[in-house]
């Protein structure tokens, strides 16, 4: 089938990685179904990678191999430059070179914009250009166009996702096979799922990352990626995904934004989500987020947050987009963060102590009389109220007889229960460092 032909749309590929290399050839693959939606083609002519022979052997004679990015950025011929090399530094001074250059921009770098999002998107309107970036948050699952377009008649409520698939395989493996969180990383590091250097996906950087981003467009305000409480799952124990599991829950790092009373919450920690729910059901290194608004109500988008080929299909349509818009004037585009920039506000975030959730206690303490009671009337004095308690026999070593206690409470404030949790450790039979998880129920 012939498709309609405005000029070609030429671009040149700053890094030429697993991403780089996948949208290259998929750009390729799908040519014909491309031009066809876009009205275009879409041409490599330039790519940019330090090892120029490495990157000479992956793509055609016709395309210029390049070892400096400053030079594919402001290239003559480059119309729009797709950034894939990620990291903060080179990447930013030349996605700004690119914007001052009047060159489209198209991004996955997901560190880069939470940091200095709210700096390049100012830049790139006032050039005129476009910075679209659906790959940097949940690679395939299209949740950036959906905030901006498909949703955006709504006043967004709250956004729960897994947003990271390493640390979701590491869990899924850590609930399935028993394993510690030190065998399940070696696990997912021997199958290709963990980086050499897996500290931000193990320590919750990198949804919080995604979730400044999402928070952004879903409650129109900055991008506030300094203000997100961030922990990670390197602290879970196989006794937790244990005892959550016969409470009916599953533990997921979850990143989370909610609009409330005095404000927007924004957080990543391990969560207790029901059994029975979407997102507990979301194994390995899927991803999914789930998003409320108050006219659609709850949605779920699931798919691949990582890998070559699913986070080319969102470079892919980025560019799609882009060339679309190629001839439309700068006040047609959609604004990047889904809110017109002079709507943006500061809206704050809430200290997380202000946080009002329910919450999974693991308390290791002696087994003797009044053990209970006594923590029983630390809760109470602080009106924090329980919804289940069970005990289970310590799998110690200890000389000394030791139970685990597993309580779980209903909604309290976290400054609340912070000092709930000190008073508790403070006794003398609570022999270890509580353990404190969240609960919390999207559906
Ligand atoms: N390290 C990320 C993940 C890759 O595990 O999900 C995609 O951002």
């Not at 100012?122 to 690679?139: K, L, N, S, T």
């Not at 199958?191 to 879903?218: C, N, Q, R």
Request: hydrophobic letters at 50%.
């Amino acid at each position: 089938m012939s498709a309609s032909r405005g000029r070609p749309i030429r671009l040149g590929l700053l890094g030429l990685g697993t991403v780089g290399l996948a949208a290259y050839d998929l750009l390729r693959r799908n040519q014909d179904e491309i031009t066809r939606r876009s009205g275009h083609a879409l041409q490599v002519v330039a790519v940019a990678r330090r090892d120029t022979q490495a990157a000479r052997r992956c793509v055609d004679d016709s395309v210029q191999v390049l070892a400096d990015g400053h030079a594919l950025v402001t290239h003559a011929e480059v119309d729009v430059v797709v950034e894939l090399m990620g990291g903060i530094d080179p990447a930013k001074q030349w996605v700004l070179a690119a914007i001052d250059a009047g060159k489209h921009v198209v991004t996955a770098n997901k560190a880069l914009l939470a940091l200095h999002g709210n700096e390049i998107f100012a830049r790139a309107r006032e050039r005129g250009v476009v910075v679209a970036f659906e790959a940097a948050v949940a690679g395939g699952i299209p949740i950036i166009k959906t905030l901006r377009e498909g949703l955006s008649a709504n006043r967004i409520q709250w956004v729960a996702g897994i947003i990271n698939g390493t640390t979701n395989f590491i869990l899924t493996q850590m609930r399935q096979k028993g394993l510690d969180f030190s065998s399940a990383l070696a696990q997912a590091q021997a199958l290709g799922y963990a980086e050499a250097d897996p500290t931000f996906d193990i320590e919750g950087v990198d949804a919080a990352h995604k979730i400044a981003l999402v928070s952004a467009m879903a409650f129109g305000v900055r991008v506030q990626f300094d203000r997100v409480h961030v922990e990670g799952i390197t602290q879970l124990q196989a006794a937790d995904m244990r005892y959550a599991e016969q409470l009916g829950y599953r533990i997921k790092l979850l990143g989370i934004t909610k609009r409330v009373d005095n404000g927007v919450e924004l957080r990543v920690h391990p969560t207790l989500l029901p059994q029975r729910s979407l997102l507990a059901s979301v194994e390995d290194a899927m991803n999914a987020v789930m998003v409320c608004g108050d006219a659609v109500g709850s949605t779920l988008y699931y798919g691949k947050g990582a890998g070559g080929d699913p986070t080319a299909s969102a470079v892919v349509a980025d560019v799609l987009d882009v060339a679309r818009l190629m001839d439309a004037d700068a006040v047609h585009h959609a604004p990047a963060l889904a809110f017109q920039p002079s709507a943006v506000d500061d809206g704050p975030v809430l200290p997380q102590d202000e946080v009002v959730t329910s919450y999974y206690l693991r308390l290791r303490v002696r087994d003797e009389a009044g053990v209970l009671a006594q923590l029983t009337a630390i809760l109470a004095q602080r009106h924090i109220s329980l919804d289940a308690v069970i005990q289970r026999e310590a799998q110690g070593d200890e000389a000394t007889p030791h139970t685990d206690l597993i309580v779980l409470t209903h909604a309290a404030r976290e400054g609340v229960m912070n000092q709930a949790i000190a008073a508790m450790q403070a006794l003398d039979v609570v022999v270890q460092p509580v353990v404190r998880l969240r609960r919390e129920v999207f559906a």
